[in-house]
């Protein structure tokens, strides 16, 4: 994949569609090699690559750099994950898993309660969708979960007073990421991943034909 003809609209949009449920790269490939880029191409291909490859990773990083932060404020650390949350629901492939796993656990207590979770039905037109089939969760729109926990991540932030240091220490995480993905030199594997990615993307528009 060319990654310096990719914008960052296309990034945002790959990163909201991946698949997340796959476990964080390993530690060691993760700190293996590290270059100065040496143009702005090369740097802003090489960050594009490395946010997308090392996602899980730097997620990891930065909730972490964050509970590093609040270690000795627990309502801030509960404010964190709750803010991980909302970003979380961001994404497709955990919206889905997550909605999937919650009404599988349902359904062992109450089939009834499971069967008012599933997603409205999408109505098909010749055939096809009549628009993209939106993600739901419990049976509610996904939005209605990123309201909820932004709110509460918010109330929680106000009440712990830690606005100041949520700041500081989101500053610090995101410059450890944008750090670390511009001097990681991009592997073989990386760039074999994102082309196998590129293929089960094409092949699932082609099976939604």
Not at 139 to 144: C, E, F, H, L, S
């Amino acid at each position: 994949m060319d990654w310096s003809a990719v914008t960052a609209e296309d990034l945002v949009d790959a990163l909201r569609e991946v698949d997340w449920s796959t476990p964080p790269r390993p530690v060691p490939e993760f700190f293996s090699r590290f270059t100065v880029p040496r143009s702005y191409s090369k740097w802003t291909s090489r960050l594009k690559c490395n946010l997308y490859y090392y996602r899980t990773n730097y997620f990891i990083l930065i909730m972490f750099i964050l509970g590093m932060g609040f270690l000795w404020k627990p309502v801030a650390i509960l404010a964190a994950f709750m803010t991980g949350f909302s970003i979380a629901f961001l994404n497709d492939s955990f919206a889905v898993t997550f909605n999937e796993k919650v009404t599988r656990t349902v359904r062992k207590f109450s089939p009834h309660l499971a069967a008012k979770m599933r997603p409205p039905i999408t109505p098909v037109l010749r055939g096809r969708p009549s628009s993209k089939r939106s993600i739901h969760i419990c049976g509610r729109p996904r939005w209605v979960f990123v309201l909820f926990f932004s709110a509460v991540s918010c109330i929680l932030w106000l009440t712990s007073c830690s606005l100041l240091t949520v700041l500081w220490a989101l500053l610090i995480a995101l410059f450890a990421t944008v750090l670390h993905a511009s001097l990681r030199t991009p592997n073989l594997k990386a760039r074999l991943n994102t082309f196998r990615e590129e293929f089960r993307a094409v092949w699932r528009n082609y099976s939604e034909l």
